[in-house]
T-cell receptor, first 113, second 120 residues
């Protein structure tokens, strides 16, 4: 079983749609959680951190449920520029090594006019 | 701030040659740098964690004799792919962690732009 699993995608949606991404993680030592965005042939860029209380940044809302080890990202009023691959990422603390990031396989989003 | 560069951005080489990729933190000191590999349509896979002044820690399944990592200063880590073969063709990405957050649970990493390696 993969440590971080996401919806396989791709998601093809019209502009203005609301899109939800789901992610589960298996390592209970996971301490911090993030959503990254990766454009084709580019490096991943941090979209937002995810907190237990849930957090919002404009059209983007992220939620974390530690009990069920589940993370979500909601994009409202999607724009053409939101087209990218969305990566669910967890930070796992390793004794004497600090933290390391574990990436999900990504869910591709394509927003059409 | 928090800029990480990689060089080269792309490289094409013949099978059997060695390729060196540099990762630099430009405006901060990085006690720890990470090397990832990403095959097409797959996610980033951590290859190794590189700590300044000490040996790198490799993930399971990554050959340390094939992927040589050197982290000689707080701003530079290098990855050398030795005797590269076509199956090593991939997108190699480094990231760096600001030393000021080392040892804390918060682990912001800053990613380089990646190096696309094609082995013929």
């Amino acid at each position: 079983r993969k440590e971080v699993e996401q919806d396989p995608g791709p998601f093809n949606v019209p502009e203005g749609a609301t899109v939800a991404f789901n992610c589960t993680y298996s390592n209970s030592a996971s301490q911090s959680f993030f959503w990254y965005r990766q454009d084709c042939r580019k490096e991943p860029k941090l979209l937002m951190s995810v907190y237990s209380s849930g957090n919002e940044d404009g059209r983007f809302t992220a939620q974390l449920n530690r009990a069920s080890q589940y993370i979500s990202l909601l994009i409202r009023d999607s724009k053409l520029s939101d087209s990218a691959t969305y990566l669910c990422v967890v930070n796992v603390m390793i004794y004497n090594q600090g933290g390391k990031l574990i990436f999900g396989q990504g869910t591709e989003l394509s927003v059409k006019p | 701030g928090a800029v990480v560069s990689q060089h080269p951005s792309w490289v094409i080489c013949k099978s059997g040659t060695s390729v060196k990729i540099e990762c630099r933190s430009l405006d901060f000191q990085a006690t720890t740098m990470f090397w990832y590999r990403q095959f097409p349509k797959q996610s980033l896979m951590l290859m190794a964690t590189s700590n300044e002044g000490s040996k790198a820690t490799y993930e399971q399944g990554v050959e340390k004799d094939k992927f040589l990592i050197n982290h000689a200063s707080l701003t530079l880590s290098t990855l050398t792919v030795t005797s590269a073969h076509p199956e090593d063709s991939s997108f190699y990405i480094c990231s760096a962690r600001d030393y000021r957050t080392s040892g804390t649970s918060y682990n912001e990493q800053f990613f380089g732009p990646g190096t696309r390696l094609t082995v013929l």
